[in-house]
Nanobody
Framework: QVQLAESGGGLVQAGDSLRLSCGAS????????MAWFRQAPGKEREFVAS????????RYADSVKGRFTISRDNAKSTAYLQMNSLRPEDTAVYYC???????????????????WGQGTQVTVSS
């Protein structure tokens, strides 16, 4: 059973950048779609970004398009989320997740992902 661990969260000011990492152990992510989701206090978990198993296709929520970039390094079994121009409304716990293998298009639905990390807090002050 793969275990995912996020890191890189923290407290930043609006306009700053952060890079989140998602490392895998006990299993492989190399053939799987990967995604980032987030959950703000009092709100439901929402899709942020996803990436195909080979990095060939990425998808983004409209709210982060142009500001966030998802990437992966399969040699390191790690996925990343580069977050630029952060806003207070980006404040949330960010989760990475592993999806199905060899999918041509990485899913956006949380139900398509079966392994989740514990989350990392991102707080953006105004």
């Amino acid at each position: 059973q793969v275990q995912l661990a996020e890191s890189g969260g923290g407290l930043v000011q609006a306009g700053d950048s952060l890079r989140l990492s998602c490392g895998a152990s006990g299993g492989s992510i190399n053939r799987a779609a990967m995604a980032w989701f987030r959950q703000a206090p009092g709100k439901e978990r929402e899709f942020v970004a996803s990436i195909r198993y080979d990095g060939g296709t990425t998808r983004y929520a409209d709210s982060v398009k142009g500001r966030f970039t998802i990437s992966r390094d399969n040699a390191k079994s790690t996925a990343y989320l580069q977050m630029n121009s952060l806003r207070p409304e980006d404040t949330a716990v960010y989760y990475c997740a592993r999806g199905g293998r060899f999918l041509p298009v990485p899913p956006v639905a949380a139900s398509s992902y079966d392994s989740w990390g514990q989350g990392t807090q991102v707080t953006v002050s105004s």
